[in-house]
């Protein structure tokens, strides 16, 4: 081996070694990408299953699945940042605050579980407003009303999970998400398709498969948090009271991220439905393309939450350096995985649009396929381009500069992806490729934004957490 090659070596395995290097942020990251990703899997085959099932039913799950999400990612993205907290307070060695934090997330996913639940009653106005052909609106109705009676559970999970990634034990997470995940793509299979003696629900029994799953996965998380030695070191039974300094500051730093994760999800939403009133081909094809691009998504979010998790601990041991090399870390293994990802959505597009023709009648899919081909080259730019804003984004999250993301997403949202969408398929007719064109842009801009933000260094005074000299008055 050479001198050179001895050097690089070297190199790798102290980046690889070291505190917040490779092996740290992979040995958090690894079970949260398996949590999102299966989640990413468990959407996948939802679709895959619908698509063997009908067109229509395939048109219709993507729109009000990212609908119904749109409403519960407020409430999920406030309850969810009970993580950063106890990250901050991990980082501070102050265990006793952890079971709090998490308990003020769980009071918030309360309020959110009760709010999307009363959307149940919504269903009509809001599908005959989005103006959808009329079989596929009668599907979306249907299943708009089982992920309203299930829309405290993703929010819950989110509470609870956040006692565990916080900390960054993130495997029972992992292992909580698996069962969910393996549960849902079973009953799946049973109630859409009407086997085993079940009746045949089509896209109902896939909202219900869905309840019944996550419900599942919340009731691991819960048992597992709440354990003896849990309680005995973090107060996550002893301290279930209501806190009220505590919550605010949730409201106050998690609110901001809520809005932010409601209006990204928002916006993609109307970017979907938009591209909708093209027509029923032109609606699938792109619900495949997003779909498929969840498989890499996913996982990235595991990666996110992972910079959020070192991040904030880092903070709230005011090691703001060791926060920067975790975000470092991070974005060059983020960088090698959706590099290659978006290699393989320009080289074989037809090996991710396979599983949902595979069933499928081929005169009816073949005009989905030319369209999905089409999005599949958009969805190849937009993951490398999604990987350095996730990473930047969860950042400056975990240490609690969420308002400037949030007033990020309203602004650049509005500018480079709503408008010029609306413009160019209900103005100019201009079709699927000027839509997706505008969805590229949208990335390239949160990319510049957040990377410009980063650059500043003011996010790395920030904290969550109330500082000692402030307990008294709190």
């Known amino acids: 081996m050479s001198i050179s090659e001895q050097q690089n070596v070297s190199f790798f395995r102290k980046r690889w070694s070291r505190e917040n290097g490779y092996k740290q942020v992979l040995l958090i990251a690894f079970p949260l990408i398996c949590s999102t990703g299966s989640w990413s899997i468990q959407q996948f085959v939802d679709r895959m299953y619908l698509s063997w099932y009908s067109p229509d039913a395939l048109a219709a799950a993507m729109p009000t699945g990212i609908l119904s999400f749109t409403i519960v990612a407020i409430f999920l993205g406030t309850s969810g940042y009970a993580s950063t907290f106890v990250a901050q307070y991990t980082g501070a060695g102050r265990p006793e605050r952890v079971g709090p934090a998490m308990w003020q997330g769980i009071y918030f996913a309360i309020i959110g579980g009760l709010v999307v639940s009363s959307t149940f009653f919504l269903a009509d106005p809001i599908f005959d407003a989005v103006g959808h052909e009329d079989n596929v609106k009668a599907l979306e109705k249907e299943y708009w009303k089982y992920l309203a009676i299930g829309g405290f559970l993703p929010i819950g999970r989110a509470a609870v999970s956040s006692f565990f990634n916080g900390r960054g034990k993130t495997y029972p997470v992992m292992w909580a998400s698996l069962a969910g995940m393996s549960m849902n793509v079973v009953l799946n299979y049973i109630l859409i398709f009407g086997k085993l003696g079940f009746p045949e629900m089509g896209i109902g029994g896939a909202g219900l498969a869905t309840i019944i799953s996550e ?6 998380l819960f048992y597992m948090a709440l354990s003896g030695e849990n309680n005995a070191r973090f107060n996550t039974i002893s301290g279930c009271r209501f806190d009220k300094p505590l919550f605010l500051r949730l409201i106050r730093f998690g609110m901001p991220n809520g809005i932010q994760f409601f209006l990204d999800i928002a ?208």
Not at 215 to 220: A, K, V
Not at 350 to 359: C, E, R, T, V, W
Not at 430 to 446: T, V
């Open 267 to 474: 916006a993609f939403s109307i970017f979907i439905l938009l591209i909708g009133r093209l027509g029923t081909p032109e609606l699938a094809a792109s619900n495949i393309a997003l779909n498929v691009s969840m498989l890499s998504f996913m996982p990235m979010i595991g990666m996110g939450i992972t910079v959020s998790i070192l991040v904030g601990q880092s903070l709230g041991g005011n090691r703001p350096d060791m926060a920067s090399r975790a975000t470092f870390s991070a974005m060059q293994m983020a960088f090698i995985y959706m590099g290659s990802i978006a290699c393989l959505y320009l080289v074989v597009p037809q090996l991710f649009i396979y599983p949902f023709s595979a069933n499928a009648d081929p005169a009816e899919f073949q005009e989905i396929k030319v369209h999905a081909m089409t999005a599949m080259k958009f969805v190849a730019a937009w993951a490398i381009l999604d990987s350095i804003a996730i990473v930047i984004s969860s950042a400056l999250k975990g240490a609690g500069d969420t308002k400037f993301i949030m007033l990020a997403i309203i602004g650049l949202s509005i500018i480079f992806l709503i408008l010029p969408t609306y413009l160019a398929l209900e103005v100019f007719d201009l079709g699927l490729k000027a839509a997706w064109s505008a969805g590229l842009a949208y990335i390239i801009s949160l990319s510049v934004a957040y990377g410009l933000r980063y650059k500043s260094g003011k996010w790395m005074s920030m904290r969550v957490i109330e500082q000692p000299s402030s307990l008294t008055k709190e």
């Open 215 to 220: 419900m599942f996965s919340l009731i691991i």
